[in-house]
């Protein structure tokens, strides 16, 4: 008989809340703990985590000697902290929601930390395994002949509402271009093989957000972009994002293409948001175009129906939280995504900023 594997949950707003229902999809488990320090969201969480007793602290929620594992979807800015905290009270494996961190004063600290962390850390990069992308991260090396150029196009809808929005400032999300793309950046390492060595940028604020104000002054976040990175062996990668093009049938289109030929993954947004009236929401599609004989082939993707119930990233949140639960049980050695491609992505993004604030391209 299968041991039941019990999670301790830190933050259970709206990314927690999809984490909440794909562990509850998954055989022999049970968020059992969960810290969350707003009330509404405690409401919210408490029929999607009907075993779960709510802690009133992380002290507290630590001190739950039944945990096998934590998962941290608070706000970024709480992020380094709290793995601070559990490190040096309870270091229990851990699955921490990107971005790992979100100021560049953090790094040495947690890069001490996990150096000597006895437990796994697994960075939560969904966008790897949505079921498009991941197909075109099977395919792509023979599909290319090995990528020279990768472009990521994001054209999406605006930053939800949040517990107080935090999301609107860039001193506790890092700014768009760690909090939001630091997923590309993930995957531009991934698809090219190499770690990138300058980043440049161009981005600004011109149409979300301008008419709020909060206490704490205006929001600041970008909400469009061009980013571009040069890597070790001569390939590159452009980013281009904008948030506020939710009406297009696709949210990312990734296209990666060498000396052999091109693929590209067609990726839809959240199911919730396509219009009812429309019909059925798109299927993600997968394109391959070699260069001889010129015969482009394209197949569909389908994301299992459950899944798409259960969050906004196209199942991928199940099939992550499939593999983390495969290294708690010793089925699978290490996490698929490290501290270190974490901290890569963190960094890449921090670059963009810096270099779109600037004008100036940041060596890395």
């Not at 968020?31 to 405690?42: F, K, L, N, S």
């Not at 994002?241 to 959240?270: D, H, N, T, W």
């Not at 899944?307 to 949140?317: K, P």
Request: hydrophobic content about 40%; some cysteine.
């Amino acid at each position: 008989m299968t041991k039941t594997t019990r999670y301790g949950l830190i933050g259970c707003g709206m990314m927690g809340q999809e984490h909440l229902k794909n562990i509850a999809l998954l055989p022999d488990t049970a968020v059992t703990g969960i810290y969350e320090p707003d009330a509404g969201m405690r409401e919210i969480a408490a029929p999607l985590a009907p075993q779960a007793r709510f802690a009133i602290s992380l002290e507290a929620l630590l001190a739950d000697d039944t945990l096998d594992c934590l998962v941290i979807t608070s706000p970024n800015h709480c992020h380094a902290d709290q793995m601070a905290q559990i490190a040096a009270t309870r270091p229990l494996p851990l699955l921490v929601e990107k971005p790992l961190l979100t100021q560049p004063e953090d790094i040495p600290r947690l890069t001490e930390i996990a150096a000597s962390y006895p437990a796994p850390i697994w960075v939560a990069m969904e966008y790897r395994y949505m079921p498009p992308i991941a197909a075109m991260l099977r395919d792509t090396e023979n599909a290319t002949g090995g990528t020279k150029m990768l472009t990521i196009r994001e054209h999406r809808f605006p930053f939800l509402n949040k517990v107080g929005n935090w999301n609107r400032f860039n001193r506790q999300t890092g700014g768009t271009l760690v909090e939001k793309c630091c997923h590309f950046f993930d995957l531009m390492r991934l698809i090219i093989g190499t770690n990138p060595v300058r980043v440049m940028a161009s981005a600004g604020q011109d149409v979300n957000h301008l008419d709020e104000s909060y206490d704490d002054g205006a929001p600041d976040i970008l909400d469009n972009g061009y980013v571009i990175v040069d890597f070790e062996g001569g390939a590159r990668a452009m980013l281009e994002l904008c948030m506020f093009a939710e009406g297009a049938r696709y949210q990312e289109v990734i296209s990666a293409v060498g000396p052999a030929g091109k693929i590209e993954a067609f990726v839809p947004g959240p199911t919730r948001f396509w219009p009812a009236d429309l019909g059925p929401a798109p299927t993600p599609v997968l394109e391959i175009s070699p260069r001889t004989p010129k015969r482009p082939t394209t197949q569909e993707v389908p994301v299992d129906p459950a899944l798409l119930a259960a969050g906004d990233h196209n199942g991928s949140t199940f099939y992550q939280h499939q593999r983390f639960l495969e290294v708690m049980r010793g089925e699978r050695p290490v996490p698929d995504v490290s501290f270190d491609d974490g901290l890569w992505a963190v960094r890449m993004g921090m670059a963009a900023q810096r270099s779109a604030e600037t004008g100036q391209a940041v060596a890395l």
